[in-house]
Every structure is written in structure tokens, then in C-alpha cells.
């Protein structure tokens, strides 16, 4: 059967990019298909400035959202990264395999790199090493497929190449995985500035659709987005990207073809009505089914306790072959 890992890093409150790009199909369809894993990665939250307490519950409220978008945890393994010790342990090995210079032409590193040192903050190491890690998670798990949105392409490429690299150097010892997109939305843009991606922790909030908004106020965001001074629906992204993101966003929310739903709308207010009425109602039951979640917390620590307990039982056997691989004496 088909292994499927993905991951959500809480570094910030779930947003609809974070939905449309990944979250939707691993409960509409992954879980379904394939033997699939899921996990709030808060390792990856250590990697930039943060606040203990804030990241202990943005990983709750994350696995909280993946459950209430429908992902059932009869059917997949939900877990939280930190309570399986086996990422951070392949990490390292990985890390005997990476070249920094790969690392270094990451461009979220060159991105958040850069944002952190105009904030006056210094680089932590482990914003350079986070893709090794993220490899690590991946590999793991003899992962077949890896679905995420578009921004995540460049790492699951780096983890491919540290998988070959690895079994060539050592045996054959990890799965050769590969990246899913969504036909529509792998990459949802910020409503207010359509060139950069909806990223969950930007500091400008309008432009950001949070999963947990109020209806009202995502339909103040999408009917604020930033559009052109033209006035044709046409889909084209590149002289139109505002347009286009409404579009994309309308579609996948909708089931139907940014093109053809350009043709059906009349001016860029009545566009923005149905993307945000689309938008609002995607979410009403996810809001409704995380606040029932939000009233049972000890259900949600089950899930998580069983789920780690499962994925603990997936990852030992590789990463533990890994190591003999590599040349590590078996503890006997
Ligand atoms: P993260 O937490 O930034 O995002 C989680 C998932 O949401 C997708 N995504 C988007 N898709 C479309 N439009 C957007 N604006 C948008 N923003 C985010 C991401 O592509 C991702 O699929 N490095 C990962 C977490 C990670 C991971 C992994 C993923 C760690 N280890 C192993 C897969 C496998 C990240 O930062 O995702």
C-alpha cells in the first residue's frame, strides 16, 4: 500500500493556504488511499524566534484542526513530531549526508534568513538544518508520497536527492519519495500583497485568511483583497495576480475551473461576494467540529498518544536499519 507523510509546522494559526494547499486532500482523499501518517511538526516551530507556551498551543490547537478537517484517526496516524525520537535521530545521519551548500540555496532559508537578520535577530542554526530534519520525517516512514503545497517542492527535491545519495553511499535503505500538488490552490496568496504566499506567520494579518476567523471577518478580508485598476475577470497571473488568487481560491473551494469562473463573473466586487461567501461556507463545518473538539480535550490526547505509539512503531525499524547502514555498531 501507498505510505503517505505530511506535516503542519505551528508556528502560527492555521490558514486557508494552509487548507486548500494540503490539509483538504489528506482528509478528502490521502487518508482514503493510502496508509498515511500525519504530523504537527513543532520541531520545525524551534527554528525561528519563539515563545514556549505559544508553541505548545499552537501544536494543540493545529492537531485539534487536522481532526476537525476531517481527518479520522481510525483511518490515519495523527501524531505530534517530538513524541517520535526517530525524527531527531535520522536527522543527524542526515546531516552526514547534506552539504551545506545545498542547504544553503534553500529559498525559505534565504527567505526567513533574511527577514530575521532585518529584525535584528541572529539565524539559528537549525533554520539552515530544517530541511534535513523535514527529510528525516519524511524517510522515516518508507514514504512513498509527500502531499503539500507548491512552497515545499524545493525540500521534498533536497530529500529525494538525500535518499539516493544515502542508499548509493550505503545500501539500499530509504523509500525514494515524491511530492502531490493540488490541480488548483497549491499556492493561495496573500490577499493583500498577491505576489507572496499566505504564510501563517506573516506579521500583517489582512491579507491572511485564518482557518478560525469569524465569518464576518473573512468576508471583510477577501472583499478588502488587493485586486488592479482594471476591470475584465480574466484569469492570468502574471498581469493579474490578485484577480487570479480570487479566482484560484473560488475554484477550489467551489469544484470548478478559474478560467471558466472568470467568464461567469461580472465585475471584481461580485467575484469577491462568491469567493468569500465560498470561503466561509468551506469553513463552517470545520469551525463548528473544532470548537465540539475544543470541549473534549482528553479525546485529543488519546489520539495523539495512540498515534505517536503507532508511528514509533513505523519509523524504529528504518531509522534502526539506517544506522547499521551507516556504519553505527548495533547496541547489542
Ligand atoms: P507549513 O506548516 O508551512 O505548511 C503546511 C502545508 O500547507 C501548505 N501551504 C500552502 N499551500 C498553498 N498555499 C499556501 N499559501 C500555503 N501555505 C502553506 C504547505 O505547502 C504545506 O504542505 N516544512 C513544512 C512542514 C513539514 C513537512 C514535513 C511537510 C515538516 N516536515 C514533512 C511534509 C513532510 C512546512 O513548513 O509547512
Same mark, same amino acid.
Given at each position: 500500500?501507498?505510505?503517505?507523510?505530511?506535516?503542519?509546522?505551528?508556528?502560527?494559526?492555521?490558514?486557508?493556504?494552509?487548507?486548500?494547499?494540503?490539509?483538504?486532500?489528506?482528509?478528502?482523499?490521502?487518508?482514503?488511499?493510502?496508509?498515511?501518517?500525519?504530523?504537527?511538526?513543532?520541531?520545525?516551530?524551534?527554528?525561528?524566534?519563539?515563545?514556549?507556551?505559544?508553541?505548545?498551543?499552537?501544536?494543540?490547537?493545529?492537531?485539534?484542526?487536522?481532526?476537525?478537517?476531517?481527518?479520522?484517526?481510525?483511518?490515519?496516524? %495523527?501524531?505530534?513530531?517530538? *513524541?517520535?525520537?526517530?525524527? +531527531? !535521530?535520522?536527522?543527524? /545521519?542526515? #546531516?552526514? $549526508? =547534506?552539504?551545506? @551548500?545545498?542547504?544553503?540555496?534553500?529559498?525559505?532559508?534565504?527567505?526567513?534568513?533574511?527577514?530575521?537578520?532585518?529584525?535584528?535577530?541572529?539565524?539559528?542554526?537549525?533554520?539552515?538544518?530544517?530541511?534535513?530534519?523535514?527529510?528525516?520525517?519524511?524517510?522515516?516512514?518508507?514514504?512513498?508520497?509527500?502531499?503539500?503545497?507548491?512552497?515545499?517542492?524545493?525540500?521534498?527535491?533536497?530529500?529525494?536527492?538525500?535518499?539516493?545519495?544515502?542508499?548509493?553511499?550505503?545500501?539500499?535503505?530509504?523509500? %525514494?519519495?515524491?511530492?502531490? *500538488?493540488?490541480?488548483?490552490? +497549491? !499556492?493561495?496568496?496573500? /490577499?493583500? #500583497?498577491? $505576489? =507572496?504566499?499566505? @504564510?501563517?506567520?506573516?506579521?500583517?494579518?489582512?491579507?491572511?485568511?485564518?482557518?478560525?476567523?469569524?465569518?464576518?471577518?473573512?468576508?471583510?478580508?477577501?472583499?478588502?483583497?488587493?485586486?488592479?485598476?482594471?476591470?475584465?475577470?480574466?484569469?492570468?497571473?502574471?498581469?493579474?495576480?490578485?484577480?487570479?488568487?480570487?479566482?484560484?481560491?473560488?475554484?477550489?473551494?467551489?469544484?470548478?475551473?478559474?478560467?471558466?469562473?472568470?467568464?461567469?463573473?461580472?465585475?471584481?466586487?461580485?467575484?469577491?461576494?462568491?469567493?468569500?461567501?465560498?470561503?466561509?461556507?468551506?469553513?463552517?463545518?470545520?469551525?463548528?467540529?473544532?470548537?465540539?473538539?475544543?470541549?473534549?480535550?482528553?479525546?485529543?490526547?488519546?489520539?495523539?498518544?495512540?498515534?505517536?505509539?503507532?508511528?514509533?512503531?513505523?519509523?524504529?525499524?528504518?531509522?534502526?536499519?539506517?544506522?547499521?547502514?551507516?556504519?553505527?555498531?548495533?547496541?547489542?
Amino acid at each position: 500500500m501507498t505510505r503517505i507523510f505530511s506535516g503542519v509546522k505551528p508556528t502560527g494559526h492555521l490558514t486557508l493556504g494552509n487548507y486548500l494547499g494540503a490539509v483538504r486532500q489528506w482528509a478528502e482523499t490521502d487518508q482514503y488511499r493510502a496508509d498515511a501518517l500525519f504530523c504537527v511538526v513543532d520541531l520545525h516551530a524551534l527554528t525561528v524566534e519563539h515563545d514556549p507556551a505559544r508553541v505548545r498551543r499552537l501544536s494543540r490547537q493545529a492537531a485539534t484542526l487536522l481532526l476537525a478537517a476531517g481527518l479520522d484517526p481510525a483511518r490515519c496516524t %495523527v501524531f505530534v513530531q517530538s *513524541h517520535v525520537d526517530e525524527h +531527531a !535521530r535520522l536527522s543527524y /545521519l542526515l #546531516e552526514c $549526508t =547534506a552539504t551545506v @551548500g545545498e542547504l544553503r540555496r534553500m529559498i525559505q532559508y534565504k527567505e526567513k534568513g533574511t527577514q530575521a537578520q532585518a529584525a535584528g535577530q541572529s539565524v539559528r542554526l537549525s533554520l539552515l538544518t530544517y530541511p534535513v530534519l523535514m527529510a528525516a520525517d519524511i524517510l522515516a516512514y518508507g514514504t512513498d508520497e509527500v502531499p503539500v503545497g507548491d512552497d515545499q517542492a524545493q525540500h521534498v527535491e533536497l530529500t529525494r536527492d538525500l535518499a539516493v545519495r544515502f542508499n548509493q553511499r550505503y545500501g539500499h535503505t530509504f523509500v %525514494v519519495p515524491k511530492a502531490t *500538488h493540488p490541480k488548483v490552490a +497549491a !499556492r493561495v496568496m496573500d /490577499l493583500q #500583497e498577491p $505576489t =507572496a504566499k499566505m @504564510g501563517k506567520s506573516h506579521e500583517t494579518t489582512a491579507g491572511i485568511v485564518y482557518l478560525l476567523d469569524e465569518p464576518d471577518v473573512v468576508r471583510k478580508k477577501v472583499m478588502r483583497a488587493v485586486t488592479d485598476s482594471g476591470r475584465e475577470v480574466e484569469y492570468d497571473r502574471a498581469a493579474k495576480p490578485g484577480v487570479a488568487n480570487l479566482l484560484d481560491v473560488l475554484a477550489a473551494c467551489t469544484g470548478g475551473e478559474p478560467e471558466g469562473l472568470a467568464a461567469g463573473c461580472t465585475s471584481y466586487g461580485a467575484l469577491k461576494k462568491d469567493a468569500a461567501e465560498a470561503v466561509v461556507e468551506l469553513m463552517r463545518p470545520l469551525r463548528a467540529r473544532h470548537a465540539e473538539l475544543c470541549a473534549d480535550p482528553g479525546y485529543l490526547d488519546g489520539v495523539l498518544r495512540d498515534g505517536a505509539a503507532r508511528a514509533r512503531a513505523m519509523a524504529r525499524p528504518v531509522v534502526d536499519a539506517a544506522y547499521r547502514a551507516i556504519g553505527l555498531l548495533p547496541a547489542g
